[in-house]
């Protein structure tokens, strides 16, 4: 294991490290990929202090992450959307629109946005 890692990140580095090494590409190119191409909404900042990092960012901007690419990196830990939901219950929005306790079904109406799509390289 890594010096400061802990068990969770090893294992989701070693599935971004296979991935990275496929498409041949730098580990920091893959979770920004995976990112942008998974959460059309979310839109990472990043930084680097040495020229590599630059390029390795920009990387993502090139790559397109297959299905397979997606189970390899989800499967490797088991998704836990933590506190306060994991102590209330499933928040509509991480369960198909219904909540699973009365409190968070009485905030209010969440609208999923499963139709947008994803942020992927435009081919020239």
Do not use: W
Request: hydrophobic fraction near 40%; glycine fraction near 10%; charged fraction near 20%.
């Amino acid at each position: 294991m890594g010096k400061g890692q802990s068990d969770d990140q090893v294992k989701i580095s070693a599935a971004l490290e296979i991935v990275a090494e496929e498409l041949k590409v730098g580990i920091q190119a893959v979770a920004l990929a995976y990112v942008m191409q998974k959460c059309p909404n979310v839109f990472p900042i990043v930084g680097g202090r040495k020229v590599e990092h630059l390029k390795s960012n920009l990387d993502a901007l090139k790559i397109t992450l297959s299905p397979k690419h997606y189970e390899s990196i989800e499967g490797a830990l088991n998704f836990a959307p933590g506190f306060p939901h994991d102590f209330v219950g499933a928040h509509p929005a991480l369960n198909n629109g219904e909540s699973t306790n009365f409190l968070l079904g009485m905030t209010g109406k969440f609208r999923l946005n499963a139709g947008v799509p994803a942020i992927t390289p435009k081919s020239s």
